[in-house]
T-cell receptor
C-alpha cells in the first residue's frame, strides 16, 4: 500500500533562514508527487508537483522540491523563509491505476513556525 | 477562473442528524474528490466522482455518501451523525484530461457535531 511520511511534525526557523521539509513515500513505481500548504482555517493550496522528467521542480512562492528515487524522497526547500510562510505543509502522493483514481494520499503534515 | 467553492463554510449539527455539503468545482473540471481532515487522522480520502459516477471510494462507513450532478457540482451526505464526524471536509476538483491527479482544493466546510 502507498504511504507518505513526513518525519517532522513541527519545525521552527528564523525569518530569512533556509528551509527544508522532508517527505518520504512508499510506492512500487514512481508516483505523482505534490506539496500543498494550508493556512489556518483554509483549504489546501498546491505549491508544486512532480510527474516525470527533471527531478528538481519549481513551484510558487519561491519553493522548490527535489525528487530522489533512490531515497524515495521528495523534500521541499526554500532558500529564505518569510514570516508569511508560517503554515502547515503536506506532502501527497497520487498513485497510478484505476483503483487509485482521484485519490491523493497525504502525509501527516509539518507545521512551520517562523521566528522574527 | 473561479476556484473551488464549498457551502456552507461552517455547520453545527446534533448527533443523529444528517447533513449535506456542497462543492462546485473549477469550471471545466469534471472530477471531484472529497476528503475528511481531523487532527487525529489527518487528511483521508472519502470518494471521487467523475461524470456523475463514483469511481473510487475510501474506507469510510456507508453513512458517508455522495453524488455528482451533470454540471459537475457535487454533494456529500452524512447520515446519523456521530461526534467523531466533526471535521473539516474538503473537496477538490481536477481536470483529468492528463490523468495527473493534480487537484485544486476548496476552503472546506467545518462540521461540528454536538
Amino acid at each position: 500500500a502507498q504511504s507518505v511520511t513526513q518525519p517532522d511534525i513541527h519545525i521552527t526557523v528564523s525569518e530569512g533562514a533556509s528551509l527544508e521539509l522532508r517527505c518520504n513515500y512508499s510506492y512500487g513505481a514512481t508516483p505523482y508527487l505534490f506539496w500543498y500548504v494550508q493556512s489556518p482555517g483554509q483549504g489546501l493550496q498546491l505549491l508544486l508537483k512532480y510527474f516525470s522528467g527533471d527531478t528538481l521542480v519549481q513551484g510558487i512562492k519561491g519553493f522548490e522540491a527535489e525528487f530522489k528515487r533512490s531515497q524515495s524522497s521528495f523534500n521541499l526547500r526554500k532558500p529564505s523563509v518569510h514570516w508569511s510562510d508560517a503554515a502547515e505543509y503536506f506532502c501527497a502522493v497520487g498513485a497510478h491505476g484505476s483503483s487509485n483514481t482521484g485519490k491523493l494520499i497525504f502525509g501527516q503534515g509539518t507545521t512551520l513556525q517562523v521566528k522574527p | 477562473k473561479a476556484g473551488v467553492t464549498q457551502t456552507p463554510r461552517y455547520l453545527i449539527k446534533t448527533r443523529g442528524q444528517q447533513v449535506t455539503l456542497s462543492c462546485s468545482p473549477i469550471s471545466g473540471h469534471r472530477s471531484v474528490s472529497w476528503y475528511q481532515q481531523t487532527p487525529g487522522q489527518g487528511l483521508q480520502f472519502l470518494f471521487e466522482y467523475f461524470s456523475e459516477t463514483q469511481r473510487n471510494k475510501g474506507n469510510f462507513p456507508g453513512r458517508f455518501s455522495g453524488r455528482q450532478f451533470s454540471n459537475s457540482r457535487s454533494e456529500m451526505n452524512v447520515s446519523t451523525l456521530e461526534l467523531g464526524d466533526s471535521a473539516l471536509y474538503l473537496c477538490a476538483s481536477s481536470d483529468l484530461a492528463g490523468s495527473s491527479y493534480e487537484q485544486y482544493f476548496g476552503p472546506g466546510t467545518r462540521l461540528t457535531v454536538t
